[in-house]
């Protein structure tokens, strides 16, 4: 065998030790891909025409988050209807609207418009939602 022949296989044997190495620092150096943050839950109301509210030049000033209410959320943005997709951000004490003192603010995916709406119109037994994060007040 030539020299040249020699120096080929060492050659290939050196590129395919530092793929392998390549590959398994590659493996060890693999960042795991961040978790998907989980869904926002979806709800529906059982009511018609029921309004979603924000400030009135819709800039959420303080008033409307940390006490929800026709009077500190006097813009209407759009009403909901039974069967609209109504994905829920948080959730929090407001005005008390059929003895549930919960809103909600929603973003309506049937209907393309979001606000805070009391949480008595939301089709769940219960007046605080499961799932749903505490978003201001007490």
Known sequence: ?????RTTRRTVRLASALC????????ALAVPAAA???PKPVFTTWA???NARVDVDGSQ????PEHPSPGNC???TGRSQPGDRLQVTCQTR????????YWVYVDNLTRGFH???ASYYIAHPDNWLPGVPQCYGP
């Open 94 to 101: 407001g005005q008390t609207v059929g003895s549930n003192p």
């Open 61 to 64: 000033s303080h008033r409307c």
């Open 48 to 50: 018609t025409d029921v």
């Open 115 to 117: 606000g805070w709406m």
């Open 36 to 38: 998907a943050p989980a």
């Open 74 to 76: 006097p813009k209407v």
């Open 1 to 5: 065998m030539t020299s040249s022949g």
């Open 20 to 27: 392998g190495a390549a590959a398994l620092l590659g493996g």
